[in-house]
DNA sequence: ACGGCTTAGACC
DNA sequence: TGGTCTAAG
C-alpha cells in the first residue's frame, strides 16, 4: 500500500538506474560471443526449453517475450541463443545476477546516496552533487559535452528531428533555464558519467531517468531504453502524465489500479485530477488518497534510502500442480536444500558484509482436495535465527509442522489414516530477516564464526550429529499416512536445539516413562496412538527418555544457545576471544548491549563482577593470543568481482555509528545487577512438571513475579516458537519466569548443575564438559 | 496445472 | 510483533 508523505522542501535531483536486460547482459559477459545476438536466459530447461526470465532486445525484435517458454522462442526466432540460470541444489541460483549487481551499485553509489532497488535498479540522490556542480561549473560554462551526453532525452522538449543533439546542448546550457532546470541539466551530465563508468567497469550499459522525484525517475527510466536516458523537466511532467494509463504507474499496476479504472474509471493519471483530495481519501482511506492525490499531481515526497544491501535473503522454490509435495520426508528434503542456499549466503552477508540476520521465516503454499481456495492459507512461521546450517535446517522443519498442523488443523484434519494425505505442498520458502550490522568491535572475528566448520555446514556430517532426529524424520517419511507419528515427532523434536547435547543424551541410557507422551500433548492433540507403527513406537521410547529432562534443556538451552550460537566451533571461540580482548584493551570496558546477545551475555557477567571480583585477565588474554594463530591473517574475503562493505558503504558507517551510540545509550540505561541473570520468558508448564522436585523448587524459589518487566513478552526461548499457536491451544501452556543464578564461580555454575537427579546429571555433564571452558572465558573476559 | 524466484513495504 | 497481503522486477 502506497504511502503519503510530504515533498522535501528544496528541488532534489534523483535518478532511477535500470540494469537493460540484465540476466541477458551477465550471460552476455561471460560469453563474449553472444554479444550482439538474440539471447535468452532460461531457467528450468528441462520443460518445454525452460522458462524465459529475460530477453536480449535483439531477441525482442522477433518477437520472443518473457514468459515465453524456450520452444516457443525457438519457433519465432531459431537462431536464438538460449544462456542457463545456473542451478544448485535443484535449484535456480540466482547468486552471480546478485553479485554482478552489486558491482554496479558500488559504482553508482560514488556520487550520493544510493538505494539499491532491486536487483538491477537502483536510485540516486544526486540533489548535492548537482548542487556543487551547479556552484562550481555550471552546464552552461561547458564547452565540450560528451557525445553520449548528448544523446540523452529531454521530455517534452520537441527535438525536430534535425539536430537532436544540437538541441539537448541547448537545453543543457540554457542561461536562462530556472534553478530547477539546471539542477536536472547537472544531473543528466553526472548520471551520464555514472552509466559510462559502469560501462567501463563492468561491460554492463544501463538506461536511467533523471527528475525531481523517485516517482518520475523511474517512468523516464523506461521511456528510452536500451543504453539512453531520460529526463523530465518539471514543465513536462503534467503533459507526461496526463495521457499515462494509469496502471503504468508503480503502485497502481496491481488490485489498486484495478480499482482506479474499475469503480472510479480513471484510465490516465490525468483523469485522477478531477478528484478531490477528500473523495480519494474516502474511497482508499486517508494515507493512499492523499498518495494518489499528489501523485496525479507528480508529487512523491519519498525519500532514497540509503541502502545498498538487501534487508532479507530467501530461497524459495515452487512445486507446481501434480509435482507438489505429498510426504513430510520430501518436505525435508526440499527444505534442507533451500536453507543450504540461505545459510550459504548468511554466511557471505556475515562475512563482506559484517551482518546478523535475525529471525528465521518459512512461506508455503499448500492444497488440501476438500477446499480449492486452501492454497493461500498455509500460514508463515518465523523464529529467533540460529546460524549454522544445521540449526537452521532444523528449525525450519519445525516451523514447517508448526505451520502444517495449524494449516490442517483449521480444515479439521486430525486423522490422516488414508494412503493419500490429503494436502500437498505447492511452494517452500525460507527467508533471513531483521539484518543488522554488528558492532565494528567484533567486526574482525564474526568472519570466522559458524559455517566454516565441517561440523555445522557438510550435510554427512549433519546427520551423524542429529541422530535421533534423523532416525525419527526416515520412520515418519516412510509411512507418510501416519500423521501422528508426524506429530509425535514435531512435539519432541523441538528438544533438539542443542545437537551436540541431543547426541549425548541419546548415546546415554535415557529413562523412559510411560506417561511423558501423554503429559507433553496438549488437548488439541488427541491423536489415535493405536495408529503408531512399531519403528514409531521406538522412537517415541527414543524420544521420551530425551523429554524426561527436557525441563532441564530448555532451562538451560538458552545458555547453551547463546554459548552455541557463536561459540560451537573452537575457532570461532577464538577469534572470538582474540576480538574480544582487543576490545576489551581498547574500551577497558564492553558497554555495548543489545547488539548481539554474546553482548548482553558479557555486559551481565561485567555487571555483577565488577566489585567482587578484580581478578586479572592477564591470563586469559595471553591464552587468548595464544590460541589465535597469527599465521592466519585476517584479510578481506572479498573478490574484485564483489564490493566488500567497505568498498561499498557510506551508507554503513552511518548505520554503524547509529548502532553504536544507540547501543551506548542502552548500556547507560541497563540496571546494574548483582544477579546473574538469565531471563527465559516463557516455559512451558508440562516441561517446568518434569523437571526434578529440587529443581522446581529452586525455581520456584527464585521466581519473581513482581520483577518481572513489561508483562508477558514473547520468549527467546527458541523451543517457544513451535509450541501450538493461540489458536489451536485452549489454555494457555505457556507462563513467564525470571531464573536468577548467582554462583560465584563459573565452576560453580557446573557444580550446582551436577548436584542435580541422574538425568539432569547426566544433561549437565554434557553442557558441563562442551562449555566449562567456554564459560570459563566468558567470564573472565568480562572481566577484562 | 505452470511463470519462477526474490525482495520490500504496509496494515493490524 | 508476527503474520498476511500487495506489488514489482
Redesign the pocket.
Known sequence: ???ARAESSGPRVIAHV?MDC?YVQVGQRKQPHLRGQPTAVV??NS??GG???AVSYEARKYGVK??M?GDEAKKVCPQIQLVRVPMARG????SIY?NAGSEVVSILARKGRC???????VYLDLTDAAEAMLAETSPESLDTIDEETLKSHILGLNGDGSDLKQNVRKWLCRSNADRCDKLLACGVLIVSELRMQVLKETEFTCSAGIAHNKMLA?LAS?MNKPAQQTVVPITSVKGLLESLPI?K???????????LQNDLGVNTVGELLQFSEEKLQECY?I??GTWLWNIARGISGDEV?G?L????????????????LRSIASVEHWLNQ?CE?LSE?LHSDLDQNKRIAH?L?L?ARAFVFSDSESD?????????LRYGTAKIKEDTLN?FQ??LR?YLGSYRIKSLRSRHNGWGIT?L?V?A??IVAIPSGTCSIMKYFPGKDQSCSSPEHLNDIIVPETAVSSASGLHPTELPVDYQKEETSIRHAVPSLDQQENKSEGYAREDTYQTMQSPEHEYPSCSLSKTANDSLVQETSTLSSSGAESFFKLIQNELDREFHEDAGLQYFIHGATQEAQKRKKVKDKGSTSILRFFQSCNNSSSSSHKQEPDETIAEAKALSSPSLNFKSVSSSRVPTEAELQKENTVTQTGTCSSMSNLGQVEPRREAWDYSIDEIDTTVFNELPPEIQEEVRASLRPQKRPNIIK?GSSITH?FLP?KSTCNEPLLFEIVISLKPSTPNAVAARCSRSTPTVNKFTQGWQEQNLAQITWLWNIARG
Open positions: 500500500m502506497p504511502v535500470d540484465f531457467q528450468y520443460w518445454k522458462a524465459l526470465i518473457r514468459s517458454r535449484k535456480a541460483d540466482l546478485r538505494e539499491r532497488a532491486s536487483i538491477d535498479e523511474k523506461g496502471k504507474m508503480k503502485q497502481l499496476g496491481g488490485k489498486l489500479g484495478s480499482s482511506g494515507n493512499t534510502e541502502r544491501l538487501p534487508k532479507s535473503h530467501g530461497s524459495g522454490k515452487t512445486f507446481p500442480g501434480p509435482r507438489a533451500l542456499e549466503r529471525t521465516t512461506h493461500r492459507k498455509f500460514p508463515s512461521k518465523s523464529c529467533p516451523l508448526a505451520g495449524e511452494s520458502s527467508s530477516s531483521k514473547r516458537y499457536s
